[in-house]
């Protein structure tokens, strides 16, 4: 079913329930291992009872955010970045002047995943945001091919091969829109949650390979033309300064700094959304 015509089936049947409004949206921001923190968030929002009506995605948190979209449980998707290995998601590009890796394996994870093909497949609205590297333009995915333009969307130039598409070469999402709140009003999103994984840089971790030098200069580049932030109803940025962007080894660790985040920022959250937890849910969270 094309996004338009999903967009006004949800605001339908909302009406004819009597759902109460406003619509919600989730914007999930890039940020490599440290995605894994989106998911300690989710598990809050998950406990809590807090469901999302649309979601968008830059870079892993296009990742994650078709799993919320696919409506995956958030255990099955920690479960998948606990097990993850760069050698399992990516191979040499042989014979690519444009990249070193290719990313073909990652795509056939996430399908297997989200067990969907396309973006009509998936039970949300879920926009994936790329960068076009020909022009500088933010290039927001909506429909079609699923696996393709997630895929993209965590192409870090130069180091993942990226796609061409409609005359375009689209790469990482973080290089123009690293927090994709815009993304998410466009989906219809009267009120936004938006979850920061790249925190600014304070001098406390240094990189320690060739890999993390271009992901820490990535950071800079993200930070410099992030403008989410301000448009977003609450931004969670879980304390993930210390945590690698590469080392799926500290997978556990980013959650939980999810958690923490998620937890501190709970009142915040029932604010937007215009109502107050229940006694028995404030009851767990005590």
Same mark, same amino acid.
């Given at each position: ?38 998911? @300690?968030? *989710?598990? #809050? ?8 009506? =649309?979601? /968008?995605?830059?870079?892993? !948190? %296009? ?103 409609? @005359?375009? *070469?689209? #790469? ?8 994709? =709140?815009? /993304?998410?009003?466009?989906? !219809? %999103? ?97």
């Amino acid at each position: 079913m094309p996004l338009l015509a999903r967009l006004r089936d949800m605001l339908g049947e909302r009406r004819a329930t009597g759902a109460p409004q406003p619509r919600l949206g989730l914007a999930l921001g890039g940020g490599g291992v440290r995605g894994a923190a989106h998911l @300690g968030v *989710l598990s #809050v929002f998950e406990r809590e009872g807090i469901v999302f009506d =649309v979601v /968008a995605g830059t870079s892993v !948190g %296009a990742v994650v955010g078709a799993g919320v979209a696919a409506r995956v449980p958030v255990a099955d998707m920690l479960e998948r970045f606990r097990a993850a290995r760069w050698i399992d998601l990516a191979r040499p590009s042989w014979g690519s002047n444009l990249s070193m890796l290719q990313t073909n394996p990652m795509g056939d994870i996430l399908v297997k995943t989200v067990q969907a093909e396309t973006f009509e497949e998936l039970a949300l609205p879920f926009a994936a945001v790329t960068s076009d590297i020909l022009t500088g333009e933010t290039v927001v995915i909506t429909e079609g091919p699923l696996r393709d333009a997630v895929v993209a969307s965590a192409a870090v130039p130069a180091i993942f091969e990226p796609l061409r598409r409609d @005359g375009r *070469l689209l #790469v990482d999402g973080g290089l123009t829109d690293n927090l994709p =709140v815009t /993304a998410a009003r466009d989906l !219809g %999103a009267d009120v936004v949650i938006a979850v920061d994984v790249m925190p600014p840089l304070d001098g406390s971790y240094e990189p320690r390979d060739i890999n993390e030098m271009v992901m820490m200069s990535w950071n800079i580049v993200q930070r410099s033309c992030e403008s989410g932030r301000k448009h977003a109803d609450v931004v969670i940025t879980p304390p993930v300064a210390q945590i690698s962007l590469m080392d799926f080894t500290q997978a556990q660790a980013a959650y939980d700094a999810g958690v923490v985040a998620a937890e501190e920022a709970l009142d915040n959250v029932w604010k937007a959304i215009g109502r107050r937890p229940t006694a028995m849910r404030t009851e767990t969270r005590a």
